[in-house]
């Protein structure tokens, strides 16, 4: 009988096969992405020098004296805040939303991981981000932000030796320092002051919350470019916040609420003082080009903020009102309105976009206009209803006979400013100039510099850069070198019509005063006070104009710029602002040369001193350049100039008795001055057209420039005691006034031309052009080179 067998089923043997084969493929994978990553990758790794030794771009930063930012400048704005000095809540905002395990994961937060490797796989790489901020580091410092498999490996291996390399508050204050945040700013400080003008530590929730949502994309969450995405990012990272318990539902609400100002004007500073910023910025590229701006460094100017800030509204104030003063021009341009309401907007924008701001003063287009009423709609998208007063100043252009160059109808493009009491009115944008300096009349420090009415419309520095007439601010030098000569205050000269031939081109040249009257024989001293030009002519042919044309490199003019003929004593050469604050520091401190100079210390960013100013101590007398009794005696005539005479304004308005200075008025009031000093400050403003032109016949350096020099020295000279000088010995007391002892009883200069003397042969040194200077003989360029220097200090 047969038998038969059964063998046992082999399918347990075959299981464990194909998973003994699956294992060791895994391993053979694993162990070859740990080579690779061994052998390929760790190899490849960049050092940590970078995070290690971190360094970050440090824009160059500009401060007053009194250590206030004015200036900023570099490709990355940053400041770099240590991880203490971040508010807590804004280090929260920031982990909320980018990574809430931050402080407990090590490198790579796997449970994020999870989440973002299927996000990957259903939509492809890229699709999902699960990056932790020492990730974020790692891409930021080493990598590009590419996505792709290799830079995501290298990105985890990297991310595993920063956190083997450093703590995690040291990898979170590089990356909250170092990260962009769009709109140039780099770092969460740096962005706090470009979307609201805010240190961090003063941030609300909602906007700590806004800069926290910035990181993931920098231009699609920006709030100036797309403010609805910019909430919409907001929200998400309030709402994580709730989530985590990091605020309470009463702060969560109130920051869902919360209106949002934000900056949408770039940076600004609280002093307005671009024009100082810009000359130390250009004195300090000039040392250390490109490293300038990413170095870090720090400027210390000599620039007192009340000052400055005083310095500048008193020139936006006055300007103002002598453009007021003089009528509205009409609008500066036109526009279509669709009538579309979308395509109308586009186009307010667009056209409004065009006109930069002035401070205050908006461009703004008009929707409708009416004798009564003016609604218009500004370049920060608020319409704006105008009526009564604010009317006033453009009242001409809405009358219905008004020229249609004038008139104001809908689509005109004009300016409106926000009154101090409420409401709005339609004004303009000057177009005349304007400038100021103030210096330590000791030192040469600078204490205030406004180089125009808005650097934003014109960068041109008119304190250093205008070459302008100085009129009749030129008279008291003319009067110094006269008392050098042996005259005194109390010589008499004969005001009256006087006529000068061969002195205007071959012609007869007749000098007129500005008031058109004559007061037959007068004092020096008065006629300077009253700023008589004829008296001045006179007085300049005694001593000769080779004379005082010389004087005058004493106090750092460029004497080839002055012209060699009668027309010196009224000031038809050219001068700046301010070589006229440096020549009135002489007479201000006792006869001493002063040298202005802006930049008092620049520093690297740990504080090394990189250079400093060391001005020459006060008063010394190699640095002397005009007699002590010639200056004590000018003083005292200058005294005078602003007591009773065409600058009584200004001690009327400080009531003080140390006030000195003179007024300025070029021919046809084409420049507008003065100069003056008190309290050891000496100062000087101006204004005129850059395309010269009259100021109008009813104006003159006492209403176009002395208003300027009084507000400022309101607040300038508030602290400063005042300041009676000694008298110099070598002077004495004759007819009343004061004279050198060695010219006493000298009957010679006791007057000029009383005997009705016949006038002087023309002056040999007299050009065919009496506007025309020749050129300096070589004795003088070594004062032109001086002057030259004067320009261009600044340390």
Not at 238 to 263: F, G, W
Not at 355 to 378: F, H, I, M, Q
Not at 660 to 678: E, H, I, N, P, R
């Amino acid at each position: 009988m047969a038998t038969t067998s059964k063998t046992a089923p082999r399918r347990p043997n075959r299981l464990r096969g194909f998973i003994f084969l699956a294992l060791a493929l895994i391993l053979l994978c694993v162990a070859g992405v740990v080579g690779y990553v061994v052998f390929r990758i760790m190899p490849n790794v960049p050092a940590l020098d970078a995070v290690t030794d971190y360094r970050p771009k440090i824009p160059l930063r500009i401060y007053t004296a009194d250590h206030v930012l004015i200036g900023e400048f570099g490709e990355e704005h940053r400041d770099f805040v240590p991880i203490q000095k971040i508010p807590d809540l804004m280090k929260k905002s920031l982990l909320a939303i980018e990574d809430a395990r931050f402080y407990e994961h090590g490198a790579i937060d796997f449970q994020r991981g999870v989440g973002a490797v299927y996000s990957n796989l259903r939509h492809g790489f890229g699709a999902g981000g699960g990056s932790t901020i020492t990730m974020q580091v790692a891409r930021n410092f080493f990598l590009s932000r590419e996505k792709h498999l290799g830079r995501k490996i290298n990105e985890i291996a990297l991310a595993y030796k920063i956190e083997a390399a450093l703590s995690k508050d040291e990898i979170l204050e590089l990356y909250m320092n170092q990260i962009y945040l769009g709109q140039r700013a780099y770092g969460f400080s740096s962005a706090a002051r470009t979307y609201f003008n805010k240190p961090l530590d003063k941030l609300s929730v909602a906007e700590m919350a806004m800069l926290a949502g910035l990181p993931q994309n920098p231009s699609r969450h920006n709030p100036v470019a797309n403010p609805k995405r910019a909430r919409e990012r907001q929200h998400a990272v309030l709402k994580r916040m709730r989530e985590l318990n990091y605020i309470s539902e009463s702060q969560y609400q109130q920051a869902l609420t919360e209106p949002l100002r934000v900056n949408t004007r770039g940076q600004e500073f609280d002093t307005h003082a671009e024009y100082v910023a810009e000359a130390a910025r250009q004195a300090v590229y000039n040392q250390f080009k490109e490293e300038a701006y990413t170095r870090g460094i720090k400027v210390t100017t000599t620039i007192l903020k009340a000052e400055q800030d005083a310095a500048y509204n008193s020139v936006r104030r006055n300007v103002l009102a002598y453009d007021q003063r003089h009528g509205y021009r009409g609008p500066e341009g036109r526009i279509e309105l669709p009538d579309d309401p979308v395509e109308r907007e586009d186009a307010i924008a667009e056209a409004l976009g065009k006109r930069p701001v002035s401070d205050g003063l908006l461009p703004a287009v008009v929707l409708s206009a009416s004798p009564k009423a003016v609604r218009v709609e500004t370049i920060d998208g608020d319409d704006v209803t105008i009526s009564g007063a604010g009317l006033k100043f453009a009242a001409g252009a809405l009358s219905p006979s008004a020229k249609e160059e004038r008139r104001i109808a809908p689509g005109a493009i004009v300016r409106v400013a926000k009154e101090p009491k409420g409401g709005w009115s339609i004004t303009q944008v000057p177009q005349v100039a304007a400038a100021f300096v103030a210096l330590d009349a000791d030192t040469g420090a600078y204490h205030a510099l406004v180089g125009g009415f808005d650097y934003n419309l014109q960068k041109f520095n008119h304190v250093t850069q205008a070459w302008r007439q100085p009129g009749s601010g030129i008279k008291p030098f003319i009067y110094s070198a006269s008392i050098e000569k042996g005259y005194s205050p109390a010589t008499r000269i004969l005001d009256a019509p006087l006529d000068m031939a061969g002195e205007d081109a071959g012609k007869t040249w007749s000098p007129q005063n500005d008031d058109g009257k004559w007061d037959g024989p007068i004092t020096m001293r008065r006629a300077l006070a009253e700023s008589k030009n004829v008296v001045s002519v006179r007085l300049l042919r005694a001593i000769t104009v080779p004379y005082a044309h010389e004087f005058l490199g004493k106090f750092g003019f460029d004497v080839a710029r002055q012209p060699a003929n009668y027309t010196m004593a009224l000031g038809t050469g050219a001068v700046t602002p301010l070589q006229m604050a440096a020549a009135y520091g002489v007479f201000a401190n006792g006869g001493y040369q002063v040298q202005p100079y802006l930049i008092a210390k620049v520093e690297d960013a740990d504080g090394k001193v990189l250079a400093e100013a060391r001005p020459p101590a006060a008063r010394q007398e190699d640095r002397r350049v005009l007699d002590a009794r010639n200056a004590f005696i000018t003083d005292t005539m200058l005294r005078d100039v602003t007591r009773y005479g065409t600058g009584a304004a200004a001690t009327k308005a400080l009531g003080r008795t140390d006030i000195a200075g003179k007024t300025g008025t070029t021919s046809d009031a084409v420049d507008g001055w003065f100069s003056g000093y008190g309290g050891s400050v000496v100062a000087v403003a101006w204004m005129g057209y850059d395309d010269p032109k009259s100021l109008g016949g009813r104006e003159f350096g006492s209403t176009l420039a002395l208003p300027i020099w009084i507000d400022y020295m309101r607040v300038a000279l508030a602290k400063r005691p005042q300041e009676e000088r000694a008298q110099p010995e070598g002077i004495v007391r004759e007819n009343d006034d004061w004279v050198y002892a060695e010219f006493a009883e000298t009957p010679t200069f006791s007057g000029i031309d009383l005997d009705q003397q016949p006038p002087a042969a023309p002056d040999p040194n007299a050009p065919a052009d009496p506007n025309a200077p020749p050129a300096p003989p070589p004795q003088q360029q070594q004062q032109r080179q001086q002057a030259n220097q004067l320009q261009n200090s600044l340390f």
